[in-house]
């Protein structure tokens, strides 16, 4: 995020796009009812009638996949009311000219043709956002987990440029992270293309650098994603660690990944429990748990805070870092000798910029944002204040394109998939808590009650639903809050499993899986599942 | 006049015979705390706006013939303010005294929610046990309301309404109302229903508010028995990246509760539903608890093993892949759940130990 989460009070236009925040960040979602309160507007982007989009001044009902229309169109309205920030365009960006030639074909009308949003409630939306004082985005993986979420991101860029609605309290992009140490993970390196603190492998100062911290000379060349390794199993990749992720339910296309997991020589997984990903490796290594071990998380606003241990490990279960330095060391490995979670982070803190200036015990309170460049340095709450990274902010030009899969005869439905309040990824907390469980016992399709009717389905009876990749079945809901011609499901239950379905592309950038959008043809079926 | 005045305006009052600052805007209640005077109250709640309804907060102002709320009275220049009389300390054991015939007799565990032990606390302090009032009193419990997550024991009501407040105020939800005033007060939901059936998404900020323990933390009352002191561990929420600051109470070794920060930086005080009531799964009977390595090839079975066996094998089979398909071969997967410390091994375990950059995250599904 490029402002902390207290700015979400601040704004007087607030402009949510592919966030069911109400759902996924429940905490984040009461501030942003709080500055209604106080009298923000709010525009909320969604296929779904979500909970949010109630709650909107202007919504913008979108086909999934068609953000790239929608936002140019803003763009241009923008533009064509004269409502750009001159000054801010003139100070700090750059390529403002090709943008705003660019964004000239991208009518409201047309947007409509290809979002379904009408023309008129577009051009709402754009004006009441540029005429902002203090404009807000915030997104989730709804503009993200698309072939085109690289585009996506862009086009919400240069609303933010065009606006100059960033490098100040209550504006900014923000892209609210959806596992708790997700940013962190990142933070720390554990990307193909950086070192901890977002430094480039493939800069030859940084391996010289990471050479005199760890005594090893680590290849110029950038790793491959997680989805090209998984491509690559039993070919190029033939030996896997898997450190607390369930991939084979929470990644797209299941039967190819299970297939990938499969044809490996050696897989290890660390994890709490046997997931359906452990259960396929030689050697599953208990790891401690929430609550039985130090450490840091970051959160979405780059807020590095500790997390300390309340209780002894659950039998023989292990600190996930002192697994991996057993093993390193048996690997002979150097650099391994690690005695606490406090000397793995102080060593982090070595490594990174963007952390030099903190330590474990700096952390303990949580007060810092990254960066936080030198000791004493009191953090960076707001990112682009008077310069961006680059330096000048660069408008793009991104094209709109259908997604990977559009509605036919055959798969004549499209599939979105998300999250819900109740539950958390694959379930392997929320479904053995008795609570969590109990608000969401089992997986549903959502039905708009119209399709319902003309699909001759039968609202609480079981469907049929198939993809080009294989099919599922699950119970349908009847909801007005699927639109037409859509239907959401989420990825939280092994017994259906969503993701056989997904997996129709990826962001050719990024390598992100289109988990938003596929297409599905669904039927009621004829029999209950035993 | 002490430091901690410092940035206030230069209006004075007088308290408890003590010249002090105060800002614009603040409440006698506000300057009295900040002086560490002991104001007793039962409907307040710092992140509400004051509403005034227990005045149990009651202190005497020069010129004012009545007691006032100091909650909701504005500091004024040249006040003089008197926090604790005798009159005062009477007019507050009465005041308790109504308030607790309104309850059953009955101890309330702490474990029912973080201010549960407030009324009890006063009532012991005051010495009051309602036998002036006996025979009425407000509210009637729902104990066929089947969701596990929050008791309403009804019984234990004392309209103070903070529930009402903070899930209107704090958590934007509406879901719960006041029917009735005085002693026929109820506090309810849409068409007097469950509460899964309203608004209500279980966030727990009523549970945590509430003085007396009327609403109550179901899943941490399972623990009444479990013996041991309750002891708090500050952390971080393990759900979402908003990043939740949570204290997890335990007796011995056994977790009992996750209640929410009121100094959280990013959460200040709120959670929902999953950081409050979803943390079942640490100490759960399915939790891997011993290595596991594959006996008898690919097809054979996961066995337990011991450490030194395990880590001996995984670290063979990386071993024997990097010396006949070379170092590339390798690849690793951090979690985006663990903390920094696993990520940062996971990403050196392939640097250092394999000099690639095969790693990734899972942040890209
Ligand atoms: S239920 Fe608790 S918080 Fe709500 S009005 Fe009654 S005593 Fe107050
Ligand atoms: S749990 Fe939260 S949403 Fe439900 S009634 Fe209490 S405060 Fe309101
Ligand atoms: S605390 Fe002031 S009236 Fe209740």
Redesign the interface.
Known sequence: MSNPLADMELPDVIFCIGTNMTETHPVAATRLKKAMRRGAKLIVADPRRIPLAQKADVYLPLRVGSDVALLGAMAHVIVREGLVDREFIEARTEDYEAMSQHVTKFTPEWAESISGVPARDIEAAAILYGKAERGAIYYTLGITEHICGVDNVQSLCNLVLMTGNIGREGTGINPMRGQNNIQGAGDCGALPNNYPGFQPVSDPANQAKFKAAWGVEVDLEPGMTKVRALEACGDGIQAMLICGENTVVSDPDRKHCEHALRSLEHLVVIDIFLTETAALADVVLPAAAWGETDGVFANTERRPQRVRQAVPPMGEAKPDWWIIAQIAQRLGAPGFEWESAKDVFNELCSVSETYAGLDWDLVAEGRHHWPVPEKGHPGTPVLHVGEFLRGRGLFKTPEYRDPAETVDDEYPVWLTTGRRLAHYHTRTMTGRSVGTQFLVPEELVEVHPDDVRDWKLEDGGFAVMASRRGEILVKVKATKQSPRGTVFCSFSFGDVPVNTLTGSGYDPLTDTAELKVCTVNIEAASTAPA | MSDDTNGYELSLLELDGEELKFRAGETLYEVAQRRNKDVPTLCYDPRLEAFGACRLCVVEVDGIRNPVASCTTKAQAGMVVRTKTEALEKHRKTLMELVVSENPEATIDPLRGMASQELGVLAERYGADGSRFQGKHSGSSRPDDP???IGRDYDHCISCYRCVRVCAE???DYAISIKNRGFGTQITVEFDGFL?DSAC???GQCVQTCPTGALNDL?ARKHEDTPGEL?A?????????????VD?M?KE???VAVRPAMDG???EG??????Q????????P?????????KGG?GGE?VEAT?EE??????Q??????D??GR??????????????????????????F???????????
């Open positions: 969701n596990p997550m704090q958590e934007g899964s998404t279980f966030c899943r002891e561990t500050r952390s971080i929420c393990p759900y979402c990246g908003v990043g939740c600051s997890i335990t070794d056994t977790v930086p990013a959460n709120a959670l929902c539903v999953k950081g009531f979803g943390w079942e799964w640490i100490q759960n399915e939790r891997l608890t011993k290595p596991l390595v594959r690919k996961l450490w395990a880590l001996e094998r995984a670290a089979g990386f071993a024997q892949v990097r006949t398909h590339h071969a390798v690849y690793a997967v951090a979690s985006g759940r663990a903390p920094h410390e696993s990520a940062y091994s996971v990403q050196k375990f392939i640097r250092a130990g000099m690639s950059n095969l790693v990734d995250n899972c942040s890209r599904a």
